[in-house]
C-alpha cells in the first residue's frame, strides 16, 4: 500500500510499537550471561559492560542483520522512486483526468465524485504498487528469516487492508477535498485540524475493529508474567484489569508488545513471541517500556506531532501543486488544487515533502521511544533484561549505528543506546539491583 496516506497512518500505528525478533543463539545467550556475571564479580562500570553485551552478538548473524537494516534505508528512496513513476502513469496522457470525468459523469454531488475516485486511485495505484509490496513485505522478509506466512495467508491480510484503505482513505480524502473547495489555499490549517481527527479516531477503533481482523487477541493468562506486568503497573499509579496477547507467530518472527486505543479502548498487549521467546525480566523490561508509552500518554502526543507536521505537507503541496502543473502537467487535464485529478500528483508531492522529513518523523519517534526507555528502566528496575532484549532486537535493527546513522534514520534507539542506557542506569541504582546481581 503505497498511498501517502495509508503510510501516513501505517507509521501512527506502528511508532508505539516494540518490534523486534527473537531467538537469540544460544551461544550468543551464553555470551551475554559470562558478560553479565563478569560484570557482576568486578566493580560495576558501566561502559565495559556495555562494550561486553554489544561484542556478544557478533559474525553473520549481526551482518545479517545489518544488512537487513541497512537495505531499508535503500527501501525509503527506491519506493519513493516507485510512486513518482505510480503518479506518472496515472497522470500522463490525462488518464487520471478521464477517471475524473466518468465520476462526475455518474454523479452531481462532488463529495460522492471524490470518494468515487479516490476508490478508483487507491485501487489502481495498489495494483501497480503490488510487485513492490510483494518484494518489500513477503520476499524480502521472508529472505531475512523475519516472516511466518505462506504466500495465501500474507495475500489474505493485504486484501484486508486494502479493503479498509479503500473504505477509510477515501472518505479521508474526499473530506479534504470538500475542504479545499470550501477554505481555497488556506485549506492546510484546517486539513491537519482533521487529520488529527481522523488519526484519532482510528486510534480509538484498531484496538476493537482493525487488530482482530488480523490477529487473535486474548486477556493474559494467570501466572508469574501478567502478577509481574500487574505489579510494575500498580506501582506506577495504574490499574488494568487486562493485559491483552496475540497471536503474531502467525506473521512473523518478531517479538513485539505494544499501547494501542484511545480513551476507553487504550490498552497494552504483548505478542506471543515476546511470551514464549524471552525471559520474565526481558518481558517485563519490555513492559515497562510500553507502560512508559501509557502513562505518558504518547498516543494523543503522537497524533499531534504527526498531524503538524502534516500540515506544514499540506503547505508544500498548496504552494508546489500549480508549479508543478505548469511545469510538467500540459496533457495532464488538471484543473486546479481543487480538481480531484490532481490526486496523484498532490499524492507525490506530500511523499516528496515526508521523504525529506524522514529525519524529522524518525526523531519525533525516536525521542518518545528514548522517554519509555527511561520510564521503563525505572519501573521494572531490570537493567539486564533490558539490555539482553535489546540485543534480541539487534537481530532486524542494527546494533551499532554511527550517531548520525541513528539521528537520521532510526525510529528507535540503537541496541547501543539502549544497552549503555541500561548499564548507566544500573550504575546510578547499584543499591537496588545489587541482591539481583550476586
Ligand atoms: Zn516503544
Known amino acids: 500500500m503505497t498511498s501517502v496516506f495509508m503510510r501516513v497512518f501505517l507509521t501512527a500505528l506502528l511508532a508505539l510499537s516494540v518490534v523486534g525478533l527473537a531467538a537469540v543463539t544460544p551461544e550468543a545467550s551464553f555470551a551475554q550471561e559470562a558478560a553479565a556475571q563478569e560484570a ?40 519513493f522512486l516507485y510512486g513518482i513513476v505510480v503518479a506518472w502513469l496515472l497522470l500522463r496522457n490525462g488518464f487520471s483526468a478521464r477517471i475524473r470525468d466518468w465520476c462526475e459523469a455518474h454523479s452531481k454531488r462532488p463529495f460522492l465524485q471524490t470518494v468515487f475516485y479516490s476508490a478508483a486511485y487507491i485501487a489502481l495505484s495498489s495494483v501497480m504498487s503490488f510487485p513492490w509490496a510483494i518484494y518489500t513485505s513477503f520476499y524480502r522478509e521472508h529472505q531475512y528469516d523475519l516472516a511466518t506466512q505462506d504466500f495465501s495467508a500474507w495475500f489474505g491480510d493485504q486484501a484486508i487492508g486494502f479493503i479498509m484503505a479503500i473504505i477509510g482513505a477515501s472518505l479521508f480524502i474526499a473530506v479534504l477535498y470538500a475542504v479545499i473547495r470550501k477554505a481555497g489555499t488556506k485549506w492546510w490549517m484546517w486539513g491537519a485540524g482533521i487529520t488529527a481527527g481522523f488519526i484519532a479516531l482510528l486510534m480509538l477503533i484498531t484496538p476493537v475493529f482493525i487488530n482482530p481482523l488480523f490477529n487473535t487477541y486474548t486477556p493474559l493468562e494467570a501466572g508469574p508474567v501478567k502478577n509481574a506486568i500487574l505489579a510494575m503497573a500498580k506501582d506506577q499509579g495504574v490499574e488494568f484489569d487486562d493485559v491483552y496477547m496475540f497471536d503474531a507467530s502467525a506473521q512473523s518472527t518478531r517479538i513485539s508488545a505494544n499501547v494501542s486505543g484511545l480513551g476507553a479502548t487504550k490498552r497494552i498487549s504483548l505478542n506471543d513471541n515476546l511470551m514464549n ?34 500540515g506544514l505537507g499540506y503547505l508544500f503541496v498548496t504552494l508546489a501543486f500549480g508549479w508543478a502543473t505548469k511545469r510538467w502537467g500540459a496533457t495532464w487535464g488538471i484543473k486546479g488544487i481543487d480538481d480531484i485529478a490532481g490526486l496523484p500528483l498532490a499524492s507525490v508531492l506530500l511523499s516528496a515533502y515526508m521523504f525529506v522529513m524522514t529525519p524529522v518523523f524518525n526523531t519525533v519517534i525516536r525521542v518518545n521511544e528514548s522517554q519509555a526507555d527511561a520510564f521503563g528502566l525505572d519501573a521494572a528496575k ?44 544500573k550504575a546510578a541504582h547499584q543499591d537496588e539491583t545489587k541482591s539481583e546481581a550476586e
Do not use: C, N
Open 277 to 310: 521467546q524471552s525471559t520474565v525480566a526481558e518481558i517485563k523490561a519490555v513492559m515497562g517500556h510500553e507502560l512508559g508509552h501509557y502513562v505518558l500518554g504518547h498516543v494523543l502526543v503522537m497524533v499531534a506531532m504527526f498531524s503538524a507536521i502534516l
Open 382 to 425: 531490570e537493567p539486564d533484561g533490558f539490555a539482553t532484549i535489546a540485543l534480541k532486537l539487534a537481530k532486524y535493527r542494527k546494533l551499532d549505528p554511527t550517531p548520525l546513522e541513528e539521528f537520521l534514520l532510526f525510529d528507535h534507539p540503537s541496541g547501543r543506546t539502549r544497552v549503555q542506557m541500561a548499564m548507566d542506569w
Open 40 to 79: 557482576a564479580s568486578q566493580p560495576f562500570d558501566p561502559d565495559a559492560t556495555t562494550e561486553a553485551y554489544l561484542a556478544s552478538l557478533s559474525g553473520p548473524e549481526k551482518e545479517k542483520s545489518d544488512a537487513y537494516f541497512e537495505g531499508g534505508y535503500w527501501l525509503i528512496l527506491w519506493g
